[in-house]
């Protein structure tokens, strides 16, 4: 009965010893292990096997990028004024054994450097420039942060400033100013929309008056083409009936020589034709130059004719 409760009892100092010599790495983390108290070796993400009672696991330790809110830090800027500065870093450990025993804690050494860092660069700044350098001032701790952290075994993957608080008093000074220059811009932008506007109403109107001139100079220059294109119509209507009466009065007197007249008869009826002119509703009348040896011919005429008449006791008057 001993017997079998000390075999009993070896079998489950086995199982635990077993047991404990069997370590299980989840993915992307890795335990140190040191022996009799001295580093001896990394286990990497799997089963392992350790030596127990021998090996100990001194650290299991996280190869993911790690997010690490540092405390708001109180900063004075240049121009004395407090402002609170609110930050964030994210690190990644890339050397385990270095992270392990080159420092003690690396999240409270990166606080730590995070902090002193915020006061030199953020004290070399004015107010305006810390709110407007938020990327200046990452740029100046991941720098800082890098040249300590690289004999950690520790990458400073990034360094953000979450916000920069000022005082009650300069928010509210800021935010009347803010609503100063919104308003300011609102007033520049309502009279450049106004001149804007007023511009192009005078080009509009211009534009307008230069095109209403152009169609009333077309109008006059049509207007003016067509009373000449009338008048040389009328003039060339003129010519030509003037031309056709010319003919056809030279065509009559061809005819009338043709006929033998004697020059007499001929110059009564050129007579005859002034005294018809005479009696029309003119109360001027022109009578060309050659008229003139008619009237002349005129006593000559009337002697004539008397004589031809007296056989006949036709009554002639004249003067």
Known sequence: MTGTIVVLVLIVLVVLVVLRGIRIIPQQRVAIVERLGKYYATLSAGVNLIIPFIDRVARVMDLRTQQVVVPPQMV?????????IDTVFFYTITDPKTA???????????????????RQVAGHMELD?????????????????????ESWGVRIDRVEIVDIKPPKEIQDAMEKQMKAEREKRASILQA?????????????????????AEGE??????????????????????AQAIRLVAEAERARI???KAAGLDTNVLTYQSFEALQGMANGAASTLFVP????????ALGALKTAVQKTGEGKNLPFTGE
Do not use: H
């Open 129 to 149: 420039e810390t709110l407007a350098g938020r990327d200046k001032i990452s740029l100046a701790l991941r720098t800082a942060l890098d040249e300590v952290t």
């Open 289 to 296: 130059t050659e008229a003139i040896g008619v009237l002349g």
């Open 192 to 212: 450049e929309g106004e001149r804007q506007a007023a511009i192009l109403q005078a080009e509009g109107d211009k534009q307008s008056r230069i095109l209403r």
């Open 100 to 118: 392990t025993y080159n420092i003690q804690n690396v999240v409270q050494g990166i606080q730590n450097i995070t902090a002193a860092n915020i």
């Open 76 to 84: 004075i800027t240049r121009d004395n004024v407090q402002i609170q």
């Open 254 to 256: 061809e005819m009338l």
């Open 217 to 238: 100079r077309e109008s006059t220059i049509r207007q003016a083409e067509g009373l000449q294109q009338s008048q040389k119509l009328e003039a060339e209507g003129r």
